[in-house]
């Protein structure tokens, strides 16, 4: 069974390009978030998707914004890239009912955003 | 945001018992103290959870105290491969279930 896969697993990009991370859910699951980890420190919230739409949202800036397609899988887009983006982003996947309670969060491996 | 306190760092022994400590002073009724683990590189890994009582499964024991006011994650023969950084949180049942991370605990296990 297949866990959470998420790509590229590595990215360089240009500060005030715009990048596209993808992230499909482990099979079963129906809600993606996303999570901001900088070097050294714990992941950070950035939002979460359900039935294709942003359900909570984290201390970001606008310049991060998402997408939950029909079939789950996610986009994490980030606009205007700054030097302090740089860092590991993580999509997790749940399921959306009590069972959450049951079995978590299922992590994928990130993928490593480095701005120069 | 974090809503625990955990100690930055500790050493153990392989084959000892590790206990690592959570202060959660301000839980409340409804939440949820959830461990995860995050090994170099790798997106952190669920280990256990729980509510008041204690819990186990093949990975770990989780003891609450009776206040609920601190929990206690035991991996009772540490292995070089549980050196990692390791996660307490709290968690409101209920309506979204969004993780906030703190800063964790770094496990070195030695040989």
């Known amino acids: 069974d297949a866990g959470v896969t998420q790509s590229p697993t590595h990215l360089i990009k240009t500060r005030g390009q715009q990048v596209t991370l993808r992230c499909s859910p482990k099979?079963?699951?129906?809600?993606v978030s996303w999570y901001q980890q900088a070097l050294g420190q714990g992941p950070q919230f950035i939002f979460q998707?359900?039935?294709?739409?942003?359900?909570q949202r984290g201390n970001f800036p606008d310049r991060f914004s998402g997408h939950q397609f029909p079939n789950y899988s996610s986009e994490l887009n980030v606009n205007a890239l700054l030097l302090g983006d740089s860092a590991l982003y993580l999509c997790?996947?749940?399921?959306?009912?009590?069972?959450?309670?049951?079995?978590?969060?299922?992590f994928g491996s990130g993928t490593r955003l480095t701005v120069v | 945001d974090a809503k625990t306190t955990q100690p930055p760092s500790m050493d153990c022994a392989e084959g000892r018992a590790a206990n690592l400590p959570c202060n959660h002073s301000?839980?409340?009724?409804?939440?949820?103290v959830y461990w995860y683990r995050q090994i170099h590189s790798q997106g952190p890994q669920y280990i256990i959870h729980?509510?008041?009582n204690n819990e186990t499964n093949e990975m770990a024991s989780l003891i609450i105290t009776e206040d609920r006011k601190s929990s206690t994650l035991i991996l009772p023969h540490a292995t070089l491969r549980d050196t990692a950084v390791y996660y307490c949180?709290?968690?409101?049942?209920?309506?979204?279930?969004?993780?906030?991370f703190g800063a964790g605990t770094i496990l070195r296990v030695k040989s």
């Open positions: 997790a996947s749940s399921l959306s009912d009590y069972r959450w309670s049951l079995y978590g969060y299922t």
């Open positions: 099979s079963g699951h129906d809600t």
């Open positions: 998707y359900y039935e294709e739409e942003e359900r």
């Open positions: 301000t839980i409340s009724g409804n939440e949820y």
């Open positions: 729980g509510l008041k």
């Open positions: 949180i709290v968690r409101v049942e209920g309506y979204g279930n969004k993780l906030v």
